[in-house]
């Protein structure tokens, strides 16, 4: 079964700082890997994806995210952190399973908070 | 703004009754999913649908169901609600064929069961 695991229930960092949010995954054939972030009281944000191609990926507000498939990881980096970074950030895969058509379903791993300080 | 919309944003209720979930997808996107999101569980999947066809299903309890109407939107029905049930449930919506692309999430409906 797919599955993401992301090993720290909270990152502290200061502002300015780099930051990584760390990521490991485990599939069955190719993944494909997600970021997304959720502000207090709202809804997940997409941030970015890996599907296939340069190991290093761009995405929203800064951040990028580096597929490792040797380490099955794919952590989150921004090099310098704002303080309007601090939320709960989820790593996701997209679940590869045959449902009999189509399907894009998630699966999330449990999220590490982020908190930046001035 | 991701195109998804939720009602309500909030509901308070109490154990034993029934709620309806209300989520409209974006425009054009087929596929609808549903996720439970609580401080113990995490983001569960609940169920997705495709063009009105139930498409995948994940540990959604035999209490609540969903539909997905001709106009694509979709409702979760919970019912005989208990206290654990109190959480924050998400729709999704994706364009449909399978492809590489991300889920869209509304901001959620907040269910509160006292």
């Known amino acids: 079964a797919q599955s993401v695991a992301q090993p720290e229930d909270q990152v502290n960092v200061a502002e300015g700082n780099p930051l990584t949010v760390k990521c490991t995954y485990s599939?069955?054939?190719?993944?494909?890997l997600f970021w997304y972030v959720q502000y207090p009281n709202r809804g997940l944000q997409f941030l970015l994806k890996?599907?296939?191609?340069?190991?290093l990926v761009k995405g929203s507000y800064g951040f990028e995210a580096e597929f490792n498939k040797s380490q099955t990881s794919f952590h989150l980096k921004k090099p310098s952190a704002l303080v309007s970074d601090s939320a709960l950030y989820f790593c996701?895969?997209?679940?590869?399973?045959?449902?009999?058509?189509?399907?894009?379903?998630?699966?999330f791993g449990t999220g590490t908070l982020l908190a930046v300080q001035p | 703004d991701s195109g998804v919309t939720q009602t309500p944003k909030h509901l308070i209720t109490a154990t034993g009754q029934r709620v309806t979930l209300r989520c409209s997808p974006r425009?054009?996107?087929?596929?609808v999913y549903w996720y439970q999101q609580s401080l113990d569980q995490g983001l569960q999947f609940l169920i997705q649908?495709?063009?009105?066809?139930?498409?995948a299903k994940g540990n959604i309890l035999e209490r609540f169901s969903a539909q997905q109407f001709p106009d694509l939107h979709s409702e979760l029905n919970l019912s005989s609600l208990e206290l654990g049930d109190s959480a924050l449930y998400f729709c999704?919506?994706?364009?449909?064929?399978?492809?590489?692309?991300?889920?869209?999430f509304g901001e959620g409906s907040r269910l509160t069961v006292l």
């Open positions: 999704a919506s994706s364009p449909g064929q399978v492809n590489t692309g991300e889920l869209f």
């Open positions: 599939v069955s054939g190719n993944p494909y």
């Open positions: 890996y599907i296939t191609g340069d190991n």
């Open positions: 996701a895969v997209r679940d590869g399973m045959n449902y009999g058509g189509a399907t894009n379903k998630l699966i």
């Open positions: 425009s054009g996107d087929l596929s």
């Open positions: 649908y495709y063009n009105g066809e139930e498409r």
